[in-house]
């Protein structure tokens, strides 16, 4: 890959218009040019993937190119033993913010559990970092395949940072740090071993951990709204294969109300929507 172009830092997140600013209820693809052309590949036909026959190095890979972009959790735990363990992990996502949760999972190797599945296990604390572009190199280093009595952190060359609750370390580095917990004593918090139901054999571990602290670096915060500005934040995201994206571009699509919108939209579709008019107003 030496020939590719040299990489070009985001300066700015920018916002453009929707793909189809005109779009209105019921219209389909073919109104726009792209749409239309989108519409045409189907004539290329389907390729469809039998989970129960596929390799499932083959099915791993089908999903990774089909399932993104993908969040990455770079996750901070210590085993019982005092180790301090690094370890990357795009299987990961916010599951609710009332209670704060989120979740991420492990996959198992030829050896067996990651480190991390069991730190977390042992030790119930760890912390979720989230990467941005200027240290991704350090942060995917921690993919490597260590021994559990190695530390990923002098690899890294990353800094560690105290957290407030948990023994784990926050990742100093990330402008964007969550404190978590994991207990089993109750079915909220937990970690929930996936297996091959014909072998009975885990092949990944699903780890959910309540959120208890979020530090923010203060030079990534939108004052206006106390959020993380994406501009300033730079964060990657996780493609097929090795391949890493820049998060740079994006639009905004309001989330629109049925009781504001109701009435325009059974004027614009009439009988085709279904359901009962309520009063003459409509």
Known sequence: MTDLPPFVPTKEFKYSAPPNPGWTYGQGIEATEDGRAW??????????VDISKEDPRQVYAVLLSGILPRPVAFVSSLSKDGVENLAPFSWFNEVSSRPAVLSFSCAYTAQGAKDTAQNVRDTKGFTVNII???????????????????????????????????????????????????????????AI?????????????????????????????????????????RPIARMGGVTYAKVSDGYALPRESWKEKEKEIRKVLGSAIGGNERGSAL
């Open 193 to 233: 071993d996936i297996t091959e139901p014909s072998t009975g054999e885990i092949t990944a571990t699903l780890i959910l951990g309540t959120i208890k602290y979020i530090h923010i670096r203060n030079d990534v915060v939108d004052p206006a709204r106390g959020v993380a500005d994406p501009s300033k934040l």
């Open 39 to 48: 519409a045409e590949g189907e004539k290329a036909g389907w390729k469809v």
């Open 132 to 190: 941005s572009e200027p240290w991704i190199e350090q942060a995917n280093i921690c993919s490597i395949d260590t021994p559990p009595d190695v530390s990923e952190w002098a690899i890294s060359g990353l800094t560690k940072a105290p957290s407030i609750q948990v023994k784990a370390p926050r990742v100093k580095e990330s402008a964007f740090s969550m404190e978590c917990e994991f207990s089993n004593l109750t079915q909220l918090l937990q």
